[in-house]
């Protein structure tokens, strides 16, 4: 009995031992948090807690944090625009990239982003990143107009279309008339959650992280030891994001057909605007496309991606659409660790090879073109 009784009380001095470091661990360090320390939140309505729209702090500079990535140094210049913290030469013609968290370089250096490298080959130019993460093609085209009526010297807008922006704009961003800028919709920012969750959310995260790191263990030992296991038949990389490529609309958890036409006819309204003020103002169009690596796998048989935006970019008479779909499939044929050489580990965002592969597609284009 003693000896039982000597047993759960190390038990309960362990486990709140355990359950102490923990707190420590998630609410006074960074590691494993999705920090963007250079986001600013504007609170349109006016409601407390109510976040509305957000783009980036100007002069910022900062760490950010991602779950599977190193901490890396984040710079943003007075503009709002991620760069690589050395001064600019306003005088040099401009090469503008507007996109999401793909073109800002979500997880990787400034100088290992596709922007980033562009500019590292391209120095008489100025490069300006305007991609910010969870941003759609309605606030690409905010951000190009905005640069257009403030800067001139403009030669080439690079425009990276993503099949999140379907998401987007279907489900997590809605025009207001009032407003120039779309706003969040609420459900996408805060949902209404009971107690246990909120102490959940905040906390628990060295558990969390030791699952997650755990899982990609046993994974990867399931891919070294186990025959037969093949990347191409991994379920586990289907998402909800690019599957309505693959998979019908009415087996989707959040697209509709009346959302996704929806969405369809925003993303050809808002590209041809920012094909209407380039060419106004003498700059060539350019649309950028690549795979995520779900559709390395199971291709396009509901929705074909590619053609879709080759028709909007013919439609609306597009310099020229760099499409990464078949060099990303010829590196996924030629290698069996094509997922962990192009994107981050539990993730679809692109690692410094990925950005590389694209950055030198567009040297390509720029070469043609000089």
């Not at 599957?243 to 019908?248: E, P, Q, V």
Request: include cysteine; glycine fraction near 4%.
């Amino acid at each position: 009995m003693k000896k039982i009784k000597k047993f759960f009380t190390l038990l309960l001095i362990y486990s709140f031992f355990i359950i102490l470091g923990d707190f420590i661990f998630s609410n006074f360090t960074d590691i494993g948090k999705i920090n963007y320390n250079c986001f600013q939140y504007f609170n349109l309505d006016h409601k407390k807690n109510k976040f509305h729209y957000y783009d980036l702090k100007k002069n910022c500079s900062a760490t950010e944090s991602q779950r599977t990535v190193s901490p890396y140094k984040v710079f943003i210049d007075n503009n709002g625009y991620r760069y690589s913290g050395k001064k600019r030469d306003d005088f040099k013609n401009k090469i503008l990239f507007a996109g999401d968290s793909q073109t800002y370089g979500y997880g990787v250096k400034y100088q290992d982003s596709f922007p980033g490298i562009v500019a590292s080959k391209n120095t008489d130019y100025e490069i300006y990143n305007l991609g910010v993460p969870g941003y759609g093609i309605r606030m690409y085209w905010n951000r190009v107009e905005d640069f257009f009526n403030q800067n001139n010297n403009i030669t080439h807008v690079i425009v990276t279309i993503d099949m999140t922006d379907i998401i987007d704009l279907a489900y997590s961003w809605q025009e207001i008339p009032s407003t120039k800028y779309p706003v969040i919709k609420s459900h996408h920012i805060k949902k209404e959650i009971d107690n246990w969750d909120k102490i959940k959310d905040s906390n628990f995260k060295g558990f969390r992280l030791l699952t997650f790191y755990l899982r990609n263990l046993l994974r990867s030992i399931k891919n070294k030891l186990i025959d037969g296991y093949d990347v191409n038949k991994d379920t586990s990389l289907k998402s909800e994001i690019a599957n309505f490529t693959y998979t019908d609309l009415s087996q989707h958890s959040i697209l509709d057909k009346i959302k996704f036409e929806r969405a369809l006819n925003d993303i050809d309204r808002y590209y041809g605007k920012i094909v209407e003020i380039s060419r106004k103002n003498n700059a060539k169009p350019y649309l950028l496309i690549f795979p995520w690596p779900e559709n390395l796998i199971y291709g396009q048989p509901n929705f074909n991606w590619e053609i879709f935006l080759a028709s909007v970019c013919e439609k609306h008479k597009c310099e020229k659409m760099i499409n990464l779909f078949d060099k990303f499939n010829t590196i996924k044929d030629e290698n069996n660790n094509w997922k962990q050489l192009i994107f981050i580990d539990d993730d679809i965002h692109l690692k410094k090879f990925g950005n590389l592969i694209i950055a030198n597609e567009i040297q390509k284009v720029l070469k043609d073109i000089n």
